[in-house]
Every structure is written in structure tokens, then in C-alpha cells.
């Protein structure tokens, strides 16, 4: 597996692997990769024949009281599991680097990146559509391959590539689960054995809205009604929104037509905050 920290190392060694006939598939990460990155890197290989995973913790889609100073960064493992995952590149440039200096430039995805996260963490998917932009550009790729579990990062790339014509073909992969039903997530490293315990909380109250839709519900009030019931039902979560949204707009809906909506929850648990999703 290769390593490269700039665009040019980059930009040689997939135009090498395209002059092979290989096919580019795209894993981006921030890093302290888990078995939910590796599954990525896994779908990737089954999309394409040459597997690109980024690493890099990118400041700007980080608000000014987040975690991006403590964000784990474990170059050094995360490395070693891409080539076990048979990953063919990393791609890992400094901010410097990566930023040039001055750089002025966004890309603002509006309306789908509004609610949810968006009111929570402004500013936060300027950075990632703006990274996410940057690394399409540098990686060139065929396929790039998202987790579900960040249900409206993945409308908000989504959006991005069909406006701005990115030549790319987005692939939605399912959200991997810790055993006892939490998603994975790198943060999910900050918790006590006693929250992660906690946060089970979590799956089971979308497990309460997939229940209730499956049995005929489709009033959105009545199952947001539910998740949140159910939410309170562990004080150690403070929710910060339990939404009942189109899929692909993240518009709220009043009705929830089956196979189009999902409820999404972001609680704060401790000084982690935690986000889930189920596709109702
Ligand atoms: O999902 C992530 O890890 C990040 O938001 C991404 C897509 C790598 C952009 O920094």
C-alpha cells in the first residue's frame, strides 16, 4: 500500500493506477478508523479495483468550541489498518498543506445542510462540503463510498455532486453497529463502558420508530413522540433533536411515506455528542 501527503504524490499514483486499468474508488476519513471505516474500504474494493482512503482531520468543519484539538489521531494505526483492509493508497496531507494559504473559497450547500446538525453546529457542512469538494478534485475518483450513519452529510455530498456535475458516483454503505447496537463512531472512544452502556439507549428508540411505522404509524408527531419517550427514558442523554425528515432533502415531513423518510437524533452524553439514524 502507498502512502502520499501531497497532491502530486497523489495525483501519480492514481493516474499510474488508471493507466493500469484500474478503477478509483474513494473512502474519505478523518482518521481513527474503526470497523465501520474498514467496511467502507471493504465496499470500496467491491466498487472498484484501486481502494483511495483519505486521512485527514479537517479544521474547518470543526466550530470553535468542538473537539478538533483532541480529535484522536492515530496516523500510525489507522495506516497499518488500510493495508490489512487491502486499501491501495492513503492519502494523508497536512492542513498547511492541503489549505493553501488565504484560501477563500466554500462550497455552500444550502437548504439540505440547514436542520438537524446544521442548526446545531453551523458552519459544519460548509467545511465538510468544501473538504469533501477539495478531495473529489484532488482524488479524481470513479466511486466514493459514505456511511449511512451520517444520514445528512451524505444528502449534503449528494446534493453537492449532482449540482456541481462531480463525476463521481456516490455509494451509500449501512451504518456498522458495536454489538450491543450503538453506531460506530471514533467518539464513541471518549465514553465510559458505563455510557457506551448509556447511549444503547439510542438504537432502541429508533428501534421504537421502525416498530411503529412497520405497524401502519405515519404520523410523524406521534413516532417523533415515541423516540423521544424513549430517549428520556436514559437522563444521561441530553437530546439535542429527534427529527422525522425526507431522506434525501432532510426536509421535516408530517406524513412519513415508507422507504423515503428517517428519523435522525443527536444526543450530547457527557461531552460527547452522539448521532444515529434509521431509514424508516
Ligand atoms: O465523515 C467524515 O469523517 C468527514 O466528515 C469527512 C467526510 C471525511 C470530511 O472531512
Known amino acids: 500500500m502507498q502512502v502520499a501527503h501531497t497532491i502530486p504524490e497523489l495525483r501519480a499514483a ?6 493500469a486499468g484500474r478503477t478509483i474508488g474513494f473512502v474519505p476519513t478523518m482518521g481513527c478508523l474503526h470497523a465501520g471505516h474498514l467496511a467502507l474500504v471493504a465496499r ?3 466498487e472498484a479495483t484501486f481502494t483511495v482512503v483519505s486521512i485527514f482531520v479537517n479544521p474547518t468543519q470543526f466550530g470553535p468550541n468542538e473537539d478538533f484539538s483532541r480529535y484522536p ?6 495506516r497499518a489498518a488500510c493495508a490489512a483492509a487491502g486499501a491501495d493508497l492513503v492519502f494523508a496531507p497536512t492542513p498547511a498543506d492541503f489549505y493553501p494559504a488565504g484560501a477563500s473559497t466554500w462550497v455552500e450547500v444550502e437548504g439540505v445542510s440547514a436542520g438537524l446538525c446544521g442548526e446545531f453546529r453551523p458552519g459544519h457542512f460548509r467545511g465538510v462540503a468544501t473538504v469533501v469538494a477539495m478531495l473529489f478534485n484532488a482524488v479524481q475518483a470513479d466511486v466514493a463510498v459514505f456511511g449511512q450513519k451520517d444520514l445528512q452529510q451524505l444528502a449534503v455530498i449528494r446534493r453537492m455532486v449532482r449540482d456541481l456535475h462531480f463525476p463521481v458516483r456516490i455509494v451509500a454503505h449501512e451504518t456498522v453497529r458495536e454489538p450491543n447496537g450503538v453506531a460506530m463512531s471514533s467518539r464513541n472512544r471518549y465514553l465510559s463502558p458505563e455510557d457506551l452502556l448509556r447511549a444503547t439507549a439510542i438504537p432502541a428508540a429508533l428501534a421504537v420508530a421502525r416498530g411503529l411505522v412497520a405497524d401502519g404509524e405515519a404520523d410523524a408527531a406521534r413516532v417523533r413522540a415515541a423516540v423521544a419517550a424513549r430517549l428520556a427514558g436514559e437522563p444521561a442523554l441530553r437530546v439535542q433533536y429527534v427529527g422525522i425528515v425526507d431522506a434525501e432533502t432532510m426536509a421535516p415531513v408530517d406524513r412519513i411515506a415508507p422507504g423515503r423518510c428517517a428519523v435522525a437524533i443527536a444526543c450530547q452524553l457527557g461531552s460527547t ?3 444515529d439514524n434509521t431509514l424508516l
Open 14 to 19: 492514481v493516474a499510474q493506477a488508471r493507466a
Open 273 to 275: 455528542r452522539l448521532i
Open 73 to 78: 489521531r492515530t496516523f500510525e494505526a489507522d
Open 44 to 46: 470500496s474494493r467491491q
